[in-house]
T-cell receptor, first 110, second 112 residues
Framework: SQQGEEDPQALSIQEGENATMNCSYK?????LQWYRQNSGRGLVHLIL?????REKHSGRLRVTLDTSKKSSSLLITASRAADTASYFC??????????FGSGTQLTVLP | NAGVTQTPKFRVLKTGQSMTLLCAQD?????MYWYRQDPGMGLRLIHY???????AKGEVPDGYNVSRLKKQNFLLGLESAAPSQTSVYFC???????????FGPGTRLLVL
């Protein structure tokens, strides 16, 4: 079963606006990862944040992690139409596998 | 580098037929995974492997078998396909169990 969920399930914004997606989880983690999936494609890794990190940046992406609240957020700044995709968080814990959430569908309108 | 490749890209099966999906990676990764993705859902782990000659069950293993005879290849088999196995199947690989996973493009399977 999936531990935790992304929120919101769907998000629609205008080009140039910021998009924020949240991920909650229930058990302890070693790291938390964010992936993007364009329609009909495989998942592409975006960023990994370790449990001892609080914030990480990569280009227009900013990820935060609050282990006390068991939550993470992904911020995409100055969104573009090409950012339209599904975004998934994945929790890396003690088991030999990642646990994926059900994703947030982001639509960026031109 | 081709990364992770999957064959076939698309397949239609009749109930009861069998087939094998092939995943290949050229990154010398120890870990390989098979997931299924159904509409509106995330990925669910079917089976995984922590090295050549090893396999382990994931969240939804029933109806599937796997083999990892060579480090670069991970095969997913359906012995008797059922309509409930209609899905998109993704293979992934990684250096370790909790680091970045690299995904293939997916195989779309329709079981009639």
């Amino acid at each position: 079963s999936q531990q935790g969920e992304e929120d919101p399930q769907a998000l629609s914004i205008q080009e140039g606006e910021n998009a924020t997606m949240n991920c909650s989880y229930k058990t302890s983690i070693n790291n938390l990862q964010w992936y993007r999936q364009n329609s009909g494609r495989g998942l592409v890794h975006l960023i990994l944040i370790r449990s001892n990190e609080r914030e990480k940046h990569s280009g227009r992406l900013r990820v935060t992690l609050d282990t006390s609240k068991k939550s993470s957020s992904l911020l995409i700044t100055a969104s573009r139409a090409a950012d339209t995709a599904s975004y998934f968080c994945a929790r890396g814990g003690s088991a030999r596998q990642l646990t994926f959430g059900s994703g947030t569908q982001l639509t960026v309108l031109p | 580098n081709a990364g992770v490749t999957q064959t076939p890209k698309f397949r239609v099966l009749k109930t009861g037929q069998s087939m094998t999906l092939l995943c290949a990676q050229d990154m010398n990764h120890e870990y390989m995974y098979w997931y299924r993705q159904d509409p509106g859902m995330g990925l669910r782990l079917i089976h995984y492997s922590v090295g050549e000659g090893t396999t382990a069950k994931g969240e939804v293993p029933d109806g599937y078998n796997v083999s990892r005879l060579k480090k670069q290849n991970f095969l997913l088999g359906l012995e008797s396909a059922a309509p409930s196995q209609t899905s998109v199947y993704f293979c992934a690989s990684s250096y370790t169990s909790v680091e970045t996973q690299y995904f293939g493009p997916g195989t779309r399977l329709l079981v009639l």
